[in-house]
């Protein structure tokens, strides 16, 4: 006989069952065994999301609580590094205690950053990633402002060449 219990189940299995023999005879019996409990690795509950960042602004990203479950009921503890293994870039910290992500990516920090969040249950570990996307520093377009009266050139002579300037045109402008 092979017993199969319900997935994560341990705990006392308790067995009643019957003997008869070739004669007719019948004897009721009763067994019992424990399954022990294993531990099993935290799992995925939810996917972790992209997320974006730009050059000189302070980034900060909390991995949710409900991210990771474990079903034994151990407490989780957080790590992060690259997805290759590799530590944070220096400008990215990751706080364990409080799952956070955060820091200023510099001007020179536009990358795409593949991420890994591990959860351990002290045994056993489960990670996933995700992407972080360092934009660039765009500063705003400020259109050039007019000069409120019109610029004034210099008077021309009829069938000769003219020649205008850059500085002459732009006079006024800011």
């Known amino acids: ?5 319900n997935a994560n189940f341990n705990g006392t299995v308790n067995l009643s ?28 509950l939810e996917s972790l999301l ?3 960042a730009t050059e000189t602004q302070a980034f900060s990203y909390t991995v949710p609580v409900s991210n990771f479950t474990d079903i034994d009921g151990d407490i989780l ?3 992060a590094s690259l997805s290759d ?13 409080t799952r956070t992500f955060s820091g200023t990516p510099s001007l020179t920090d536009a990358d795409v950053l593949s991420i890994k969040v591990t959860a351990s249950d002290g045994q056993l570990n489960t990670s996933q990633l995700f992407t972080l996307t ?3 520093f765009v500063l705003a377009n400020t ?5 409120s009266s019109p610029i ?3 008077n021309g002579v009829e069938d000769t060449p003219y020649l205008i300037n850059e500085t002459d045109l732009l006079n006024g402008f800011s």
Do not use: E
């Open 1 to 5: 006989y092979i017993f199969t219990p």
């Open 17 to 44: 069952y019957q003997v008869t023999d070739n004669k007719g005879g019948v004897v009721n019996a009763s067994n019992s065994f424990v399954l022990d409990a294993v531990n099993d690795a935290p799992t995925i």
């Open 50 to 52: 992209p997320r974006t």
């Open 77 to 79: 503890t957080y790590t």
């Open 85 to 97: 293994n590799s530590p944070l870039p220096s400008w990215l910290n990751f706080d364990t205690a």
């Open 134 to 136: 360092v934009n660039d």
């Open 143 to 147: 259109p050039p402002v007019a000069p």
């Open 152 to 154: 004034s050139l210099a």
